[in-house]
């Protein structure tokens, strides 16, 4: 196992879960109450027996103010109070959910994560910004506080499904690209092993990403600029996934390939390394061809919304795989391609 620590999080990547109250000081709270996916819970259920739990269906359409008000019926039913520890056992959805409850219930209690997929433990789990939707509209209502602990049991992977498992690596190669050449290096020759979930190469991989991660929320907890970063390919991938539907790695992994090839934005990304970056894409089946979709369509979207708040679009692109930029270009530039 190893720690990592950021702000004063630490993240035990590679923990077992049943090693809870050992890693983590459980006994100054009343009681801990788990915050558990339906899903996980019916797979390893007999790994949840020592502590109390509220169980959230599998889905989006949880992240809302009307489930969260559920949750909260079921912690004053269950007794919980000031000095109650929740954690949440599940992949981005139950991360959010819980980071929310926990912020706001009593006006804030302590809260904890054990992600259980690929994208929840390299991504959804560390960082602090936990919300719910309304209507159309993704995360407009949250709050920004960080958990107590995340416990990364590399365990929960092996019931992964496999588009689970791509959602996660679309992921772990922006961090590459954003950040360390070597790590998406890395990557490229461990292609096979990953597929594979090798548990040594798994392991590396998570610890990378939870590495690079943390350090730019640490830095930069607020998104004042550092932290614009992570939202390379997300800027259309948001949109990719509102407007087709698709999940959440596969809608980043075409945000990422139309940012990297959009020619009317200024950037520095060789077409060697756009196509390395779009074959490592492909590697782990996640899709790559954006013309199979009404792109055109969905650019205006995504302008036409951007356009109601600036004249101005903030892109992240490449300079190069492993350093990445903030780009600001004139929304109308873009428009009259
Ligand atoms: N909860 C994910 C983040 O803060 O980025």
């Given at each position: 196992?190893?720690?990592?620590h950021y702000?004063?999080?630490?993240?035990?990547?590679?923990?077992?879960w049943e090693?809870?109250?050992?890693?983590?000081?459980?006994?100054?709270?009343?009681?801990?109450i788990l915050v558990?996916?339906?899903?996980?819970?019916?797979l390893?259920?007999?790994?949840?027996?020592?502590?109390e739990?509220?169980?959230?269906?599998?889905?989006?359409?949880?992240?809302?103010?009307?489930?969260?008000?559920k949750l909260v019926?079921?912690?004053?039913?269950l007794g919980?109070?000031?000095?109650?520890?929740?954690v949440?056992?599940?992949?981005?959805?139950v991360?959010d959910?819980?980071?929310?409850?926990?912020?706001?219930?009593?006006?804030?209690?302590d809260?904890?994560?054990?992600?259980?997929t690929?994208?929840?433990?390299?991504?959804a789990?560390i960082?602090?910004?936990n919300?719910?939707?309304?209507?159309?509209?993704?995360?407009?209502?949250g709050?920004?506080?960080?958990?107590?602990?995340?416990?990364?049991?590399?365990l929960?992977?092996?019931t992964l499904?496999?588009i689970?498992?791509a959602?996660g690596m679309?992921?772990?190669?922006?961090?590459?690209?954003?950040?360390?050449?070597?790590?998406?290096?890395y990557?490229?020759?461990?292609?096979?092993?990953?597929?594979k979930?090798?548990?040594?190469?798994?392991?590396?991989?998570?610890?990378r990403s939870?590495?690079?991660k943390?350090?730019?929320?640490a830095?930069?907890?607020?998104?004042s600029g550092?932290r614009?970063?992570l939202?390379?390919?997300?800027t259309f991938?948001?949109a990719i996934?509102?407007?087709?539907g698709?999940?959440?790695?596969y809608?980043?992994?075409?945000?990422?390939?139309?940012?990297?090839?959009l020619?009317?934005?200024p950037?520095n990304?060789?077409?060697?390394?756009?196509?390395?970056?779009?074959?490592?894409?492909?590697?782990?089946?996640?899709?790559?061809?954006?013309e199979?979709y009404?792109?055109?369509?969905?650019?205006e979207?995504?302008l036409h919304?951007?356009?109601r708040?600036?004249d101005?679009?903030?892109l992240?692109?490449?300079?190069?795989?492993?350093q990445?930029?903030?780009?600001?270009?004139?929304?109308?530039k873009?428009?009259?391609?």
């Amino acid at each position: 196992m190893k720690i990592i620590h950021y702000k004063s999080t630490p993240v035990f990547v590679d923990g077992k879960w049943e090693d809870l109250p050992k890693l983590v000081d459980i006994s100054g709270y009343s009681k801990v109450i788990l915050v558990i996916d339906e899903n996980v819970f019916r797979l390893w259920e007999n790994r949840f027996t020592q502590f109390e739990y509220l169980i959230v269906p599998s889905g989006e359409e949880q992240k809302s103010l009307v489930f969260v008000e559920k949750l909260v019926q079921g912690l004053i039913a269950l007794g919980a109070d000031r000095s109650t520890l929740l954690v949440g056992v599940g992949g981005g959805v139950v991360c959010d959910i819980t980071g929310f409850l926990g912020a706001v219930f009593m006006r804030g209690i302590d809260f904890g994560f054990a992600p259980t997929t690929l994208l929840a433990q390299v991504d959804a789990a560390i960082g602090g910004k936990n919300g719910v939707n309304t209507g159309d509209y993704k995360n407009m209502i949250g709050t920004i506080v960080q958990p107590k602990f995340i416990l990364t049991d590399l365990l929960f992977l092996n019931t992964l499904p496999v588009i689970e498992f791509a959602n996660g690596m679309a992921e772990i190669i922006k961090h590459g690209c954003i950040a360390d050449a070597t790590y998406f290096s890395y990557i490229e020759s461990n292609v096979e092993a990953i597929t594979k979930r090798q548990l040594d190469v798994l392991r590396f991989v998570i610890q990378r990403s939870v590495e690079i991660k943390a350090s730019i929320v640490a830095q930069d907890e607020r998104e004042s600029g550092l932290r614009k970063l992570l939202n390379y390919g997300h800027t259309f991938g948001h949109a990719i996934e509102k407007k087709f539907g698709l999940p959440h790695g596969y809608s980043v992994s075409l945000g990422i390939m139309l940012v990297n090839t959009l020619v009317v934005i200024p950037q520095n990304l060789k077409a060697d390394e756009s196509l390395r970056i779009r074959q490592l894409l492909a590697n782990f089946g996640l899709p790559v061809n954006y013309e199979e979709y009404p792109i055109k369509e969905l650019l205006e979207l995504v302008l036409h919304d951007k356009k109601r708040l600036s004249d101005e679009l903030h892109l992240i692109t490449l300079k190069t795989i492993g350093q990445a930029e903030i780009v600001p270009f004139k929304i109308d530039k873009l428009t009259k391609e």
